[in-house]
Antibody
Framework: EVQLVESGGGLVQPGGSLRLSCAAS????????MNWVRQAPGKGLEWVSY????????YYADSLKGRFTISRDNAKNSLFLQMNSLRAEDTAVYYC???????????????WGQGTLVTVSS | DIQMTQSPSSLSASVGDRVTITCRAS??????LSWYQQKPGKAPKLLIY???SLQSGVPSRFSGSGSGTDFTLTISSLQPEDFATYYC?????????FGQGTKVEIK
């Protein structure tokens, strides 16, 4: 059974940092591209970042302006999101999501974690 | 960036109704369109990819159609478990953007 379990969320002050993790199981993690998607309270879905299966290609939403860094450890079946210079508008549930096809970059997400809440507030 | 616009933003329907949700892209995205269902407090669930391909395990009452800029998600006979928010997503180019969502409520 495919499982994605996020952790690392919590309350952080504006300007602070947080590192999210996503533990993957039930599939060959190293074969799949991965993404982070966030959802502010009561709002819609916003794609945040993408990483290729090898970790060599990275993409980010323009709105992040270089504050976030995605990475992965294929030996530990784990995905990460380092978030720096956090702002109130980064408050959201953050989901890790698996790309739908191991053979090519499909762009759709067939499995999602349960999400971890990040609250940026003083 | 490609903008995705869904309509309506919300709708009220009864069990057994046929429901149609529309998604429009700001430029042609061929068939690179996916649909998701999200229930309160839960992660989104993939329903449709490639505009019309049904994800494994999704009931056949869900269907998708369209290409270019205009797409639809149809639920042929609304069931109680289908009351949720639905999002379209373009997968044509990065950033892969989502529509603003359509909330399907009980009439």
């Amino acid at each position: 059974e495919v499982q994605l379990v996020e952790s690392g969320g919590g309350l952080v002050q504006p300007g602070g940092s947080l590192r999210l993790s996503c533990a993957a199981s039930g599939f060959t993690f190293s074969s799949y591209e991965m993404n982070w998607v966030r959802q502010a309270p009561g709002k819609g879905l916003e794609w945040v970042s993408y990483i290729s299966s090898s970790g060599s290609s990275l993409y980010y939403a323009d709105s992040l302006k270089g504050r976030f860094t995605i990475s992965r450890d294929n030996a530990k079946n784990s995905l990460f999101l380092q978030m720096n210079s956090l702002r109130a508008e980064d408050t959201a549930v953050y989901y890790c999501a698996r790309d739908g096809n191991p053979s090519y970059s499909s762009g759709w997400f067939d499995f999602w974690g349960q999400g971890t809440l990040v609250t940026v507030s003083s | 960036d490609i903008q995705m616009t869904q309509s309506p933003s919300s709708l009220s329907a009864s069990v057994g109704d046929r429901v149609t949700i529309t998604c429009r892209a700001s430029q042609s995205i061929s068939s690179y369109l996916s649909w998701y269902q999200q229930k309160p407090g839960k992660a989104p669930k993939l329903l449709i990819y490639g505009a019309s391909s049904l994800q494994s395990g999704v009931p056949s009452r869900f269907s998708g159609s369209g290409s270019g800029t205009d797409f639809t998600l149809t639920i042929s006979s609304l069931q109680p478990e289908d009351f949720a928010t639905y999002y379209c997503q373009q997968t044509y180019s990065t950033p892969v953007g989502f529509g603003q969502g359509t909330k399907v409520e009980i009439k």
